[in-house]
């Protein structure tokens, strides 16, 4: 079982991820680009990654924004789709 706290660091990654790659989760959703189901899986993709601390110093080193997710991002495919639209 994974703990809500896992869950909820996961969520903040993707998150972080996405605004990164200029994509707006919440648009996607209003627009049906991206599902909730979607998302769900996406979080649950995250939380399955080895080492989230790499991806938060990743994310500290791109405060401006990266045209691309490090490639051991396990929701590299869904964003850089989003980032399409």
């Given at each position: 079982?994974?703990?809500?706290?896992?869950?909820?660091?996961h969520q903040g990654l993707v998150q972080a991820m996405a605004q990164t790659r200029g994509v707006d989760l919440a648009g996607a959703?209003?627009?049906?680009?991206?599902?909730?189901?979607?998302?769900?899986?996406?979080?649950?993709?995250?939380?399955?990654?080895?080492?989230?601390?790499?991806?938060?110093?990743?994310?500290?080193?791109?405060?401006?924004?990266?045209?691309?997710?490090?490639?051991?991002?396990?929701?590299?495919?869904?964003?850089?789709?989003?980032?399409?639209?």
């Amino acid at each position: 079982m994974i703990s809500l706290k896992k869950l909820e660091r996961h969520q903040g990654l993707v998150q972080a991820m996405a605004q990164t790659r200029g994509v707006d989760l919440a648009g996607a959703l209003t627009t049906g680009d991206l599902s909730a189901t979607d998302l769900r899986s996406a979080v649950f993709r995250c939380t399955a990654c080895s080492d989230p601390d790499a991806c938060e110093e990743w994310l500290a080193r791109h405060p401006d924004g990266a045209d691309h997710t490090p490639p051991y991002c396990r929701n590299a495919d869904t964003l850089a789709r989003l980032a399409e639209d």
